[in-house]
């Protein structure tokens, strides 16, 4: 965590060399990840590829912004993948009626900035059908992440850390293809993402433990 405010706090004071630490949580966090079962196998896998993704969006080149995009995009299937075994269709038949009111409203949120950022950059996206699919598939894996029937603090921890991931994409999106440049917005999108991958991780981890 030291090292991820380090990196948002070159955001923060445009200090290139913090911004250089950019992959370095990621691999702290793989470093960290233990990998017995599939479940955690196929969070790691995310992971690599999210570093991938990181080490992409490090250079300025459209080209290098999309192939990060689609590294990240593998990433969010690979989650939602490792999400899915802690899917029962017994147990969602008994999840009780405020959980359905809870993942309502999450999906309109997820939704909301979905169209919110494709209506606003319906012209200024460079490949749109690859951010489209990118969208849906983040989307998807809030979802997936709702639909998890744990009980535990791990539930909790996996379904914000997908929330955040939103946010901060969706964030990120927004202020790139308008061109907007601020070293406020890349630092919230830089804390917002680091948040999320560690609240991911630390439930991943944690349904490891108790399972």
């Known amino acids: 965590m030291v090292l991820a405010i380090l990196q948002v706090t070159g955001h923060l004071i445009n200090a ?3 911004k250089l630490l950019k992959p370095l949580p990621i691999i702290i966090l793989l470093l960290l990840t233990d990998r017995k079962t ?3 196998k196929l969070f790691f896998v995310g992971l690599l590829s999210s570093l991938g993704g990181d080490l ?13 995009t689609l590294l990240f995009l ?3 299937v690979l989650y939602i993948c490792a ?3 802690d899917i029962s269709e017994k147990k969602l038949r008994k999840l009780k009626k405020k959980r359905h009111i809870i993942l309502i409203s999450f999906i309109s949120f997820i939704i909301t900035l979905l ?6 950059l319906w012209d200024k996206t460079p490949n749109f059908t690859l951010f489209f ?7 998807m894996m809030a979802i997936t992440a709702s639909l998890r029937t744990n009980n535990d603090a791990s539930y909790f921890l996996i379904l914000a850390g997908a929330l955040m991931f939103g946010v901060s994409d969706n964030t990120l999106a927004y202020f790139k293809f308008n061109h907007i440049h601020s070293e406020a917005a890349s630092a919230f999108i830089m804390a917002t993402y680091y ?14 433990l108790n399972s």
Do not use: P
Request: proline share 0%; glycine share 6%; charged share 15%.
């Open 16 to 18: 290139y060399h913090l």
């Open 38 to 40: 599939n479940q955690d």
């Open 56 to 68: 992409c969006l490090m250079f300025k080149s459209i080209f290098m912004f999309e192939l990060g």
């Open 74 to 76: 593998i990433a969010h």
């Open 83 to 85: 999400f899915i075994y």
């Open 115 to 120: 169209v919110f950022n494709l209506n606003e």
């Open 133 to 139: 699919i990118y969208g849906v598939v983040l989307s």
């Open 195 to 208: 948040t999320a991958q560690c609240l991911i991780s630390e439930g991943i981890r944690m349904k490891s």
